[in-house]
């Protein structure tokens, strides 16, 4: 399947920034594609829900937390193809939100300081975005 023929997949992510500038990793679960790789918490953008929308249900969904659309701030985006789909996924950043961040659905949880991500093995859409949340934070 070449580039042109593959769809194109729409997902939000959110650079979750604590007090002292750490950024909440999610461990995809097993049984999951890309399984025990650390991301960024969010999900597919449903059909009728902008980006924002999206970032403010999952992360309800699989963290316990609540935030606001806004408390999301842009910050970049990733353009990726994997093997059966483009995908195409904006990175939020979100400082204010309320509760405890909680994994909901199995996932590994860890609070990381930017420069270290490099530790964490990333799938290959997240991984590139690590630089600019250096640079940020």
Known sequence: MNDQSKRILLVAACALVDADG????AKR???KA????WEFPGGKVEAGETPENTLVRELHEELAIETKTACLAPLTF???TYEDFHLLMPLYVCRRFWG???AQEGQGLKWVRPRD?????MPPADAPLIPFLIDLL
């Open 29 to 31: 679960p097993e049984g």
């Open 78 to 80: 990733a353009s990726h």
């Open 22 to 25: 750490r950024v909440l990793l």
């Open 100 to 102: 405890t961040p909680r």
């Open 34 to 37: 890309l399984a025990g790789l």
């Open 117 to 121: 991500m490099r530790d964490y093995p």
